[in-house]
């Protein structure tokens, strides 16, 4: 199969350390251009990753004929404007998560999609993770009971002033940075969308960005509830509760490539751990997978493992945490 010719809208750290050397060694992804808002610094990032083309504009990539899919990296406000403008240059898109401001802001993208039949995903690389298809699987197999409750945390410490977390303005905060996971994964896990959710944040004083989050999310069929941190020591795990047992996802989020991932899952005969068996998912790129799987949707013309309804729909959760903020009542999605 052909590779799909990508351009890489600025030179963000995210696309610079992980997606692009990931996608650069996948079976379908060619990084073909990279641009900013500046030719130096696209110039400087196109050699120091090796790209061929770099572009003075995110305008004069997305003029380019011979790239067919952009991945977006932007600050969270610049996402559904700049996928917008690809779209409309004829390009697919693979966009960073969050998809945009709100769920308002998100919709924007189906109109455009279905215009332009263009290809369009919030790049949610856990979805595609080995490790949580696996935990998938093993919540459907009914290995440990009827799924009863979720519980998540991810935390990182970061006072950085000028990095696009800690700005209010331009879509800041745990909540969107990684509360959005803690979303996502529960709505695939449990397979369903929650009715009500209801939140305690904490606001830095000075920056206004949440920096301690805590929420509850009442689903058809369970339960999910979560904690995030832009300002509590890096640490991250995901847990699921059930009547015959639990499961454990040691690094949920930022699943290391270069060594296996471990599931736990616990029989909870007692609770010393003497029921544990620990499942090691094989050493695995997240941003290679999920950029191949993108490329191949493009050749074969097949849908996305993530649809932008459930991103919207992901979307309308964020949005209803930061109403329960104000109204300090359940909100409903
Ligand atoms: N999937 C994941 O695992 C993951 C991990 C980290 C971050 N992310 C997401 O990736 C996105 C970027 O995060 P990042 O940490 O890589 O950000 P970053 O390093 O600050 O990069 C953002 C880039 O956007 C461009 N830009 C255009 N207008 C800007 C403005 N007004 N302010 C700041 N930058 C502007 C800049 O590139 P030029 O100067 O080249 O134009 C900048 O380098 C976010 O949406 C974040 O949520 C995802």
Redesign the pocket.
Known sequence: MKKVAWGVL???????T??IPAMQQSALCSIDAI????LE??QK?AQRAGIPKAYGS?EAMLADPSIEAIYN???????VEWTIKAMQAGKHVLC???LGMNAEDVRRLLAVRDATSKKVME???TRMHPQWLKVRELVQSGRIGELCAMQGFVSYYNLEPN???N?AD??GGGI??VGCYLITMPRYIFGTEPSRVISLVQRDPDLRTDRVASCILEFPNGQASFMCSTQIARYQRMQFFATLGRIEVEIP??APPDRPCRIVVDDGRDVLGSGIEVIEIPPCNQ?AIQGDVFSRAIREDSELPLSLESSVLNMRVIDAIFRSEKSRQWEMP
């Open positions: 600025s030179t963000a750290n995210i696309g610079m992980r997606v641009c900013s808002r500046s610094s696209a990032a995110y990296p932007l600050p969270n406000h610049l996402h960073e998560k969050p790049a949610f690389a990095n696009v977390r700005r331009i879509g969107m940075d989020v930022n941003y």
